[in-house]
T-cell receptor, first 115, second 113 residues
Framework: AQSVTQLGSHVSVSEGALVLLRCNYS??????LFWYVQYPNQGLQLLLK??????LVKGINGFEAEFKKSETSFHLTKPSAHMSDAAEYFC?????????????FGSGTRLQVQP | NAGVTQTPKFQVLKTGQSMTLQCAQD?????MSWYRQDPGMGLRLIHY???????DQGEVPNGYNVSRSTTEDFPLRLLSAAPSQTSVYFC????????????FGPGTRLTVL
């Protein structure tokens, strides 16, 4: 069975500091990887995705992530945090058990941005 | 396009009651899914559908039924609500082959007393 591990349920950074949210996965097939963001009392919004091709992917709001097959990782980064980045972030992998029609999610990382 | 819509936004049930959470999408997506979100557990797949008339179970299907009579609608039924089903429920849809992004609805917050 595949799984997604997000290291750190809470991460706190200062405004302007680097944001690094960690995601490791296990998958029996080449993975399709996603990062979603959830603002309070809202649904999930796609930040970025990796399916094939370039391993460094850029998303919305200045976020990017790098797929590293050798490390089975897909960490999310942003060079300079903004107060508006405070939210919960979920890493997900397409689920081979569903023919990649649904997702397996990590447990989430809540990002706090301090002024 | 309205995207993925869910009703109701909030619901309180008593143990043993039944209800249906509604989900609709207007993007002509083949695939639709239901997830539940619980603190510290991320989102877990309940049921999914790959087209009208075709559904399958996800990770946590017990206590829930689904059907897909049209491409647009994918209702989730709680047969006899239990406190363990207190959660936030999200419906999602995505196009068929070749494109993998899932689009999520705004969620339904369900409390079972």
């Amino acid at each position: 069975a595949q799984s997604v591990t997000q290291l750190g349920s809470h991460v706190s950074v200062s405004e302007g500091a680097l944001v690094l949210l960690r995601c490791n996965y296990s998958s029996s097939v080449p993975p399709y990887l996603f990062w979603y963001v959830q603002y309070p009392n809202q649904g999930l919004q796609l930040l970025l995705k990796y399916t094939t091709g370039a391993t460094l992917v850029k998303g919305i709001n200045g976020f990017e992530a790098e797929f590293k097959k050798s490390e089975t990782s897909f960490h999310l980064t942003k060079p300079s945090a903004h107060m508006s980045d405070a939210a919960e972030y979920f890493c997900a992998v397409s689920d081979p058990a569903t023919g990649r029609r649904a997702l397996t999610f990590g447990s989430g990382t809540r990002l706090q941005v301090q002024p | 396009n309205a995207g993925v819509t869910q009703t109701p936004k909030f619901q309180v049930l008593k143990t043993g009651q039944s209800m249906t959470l509604q989900c609709a999408q207007d993007m002509n997506h083949e695939y639709m899914s239901w997830y539940r979100q619980d603190p510290g557990m991320g989102l877990r797949l309940i049921h999914y559908s790959v087209g009208a008339g075709i559904t399958d179970q996800g990770e946590v299907p017990n206590g829930y039924n689904v059907s897909r009579s049209t491409t647009e609608d994918f209702p989730l039924r709680l047969l006899s609500a239990a406190p363990s089903q207190t959660s936030v429920y999200f419906c999602a849809s995505r196009p068929g082959t070749g494109y993998n992004e899932q689009f999520f609805g705004p969620g339904t917050r369900l409390t079972v007393l």
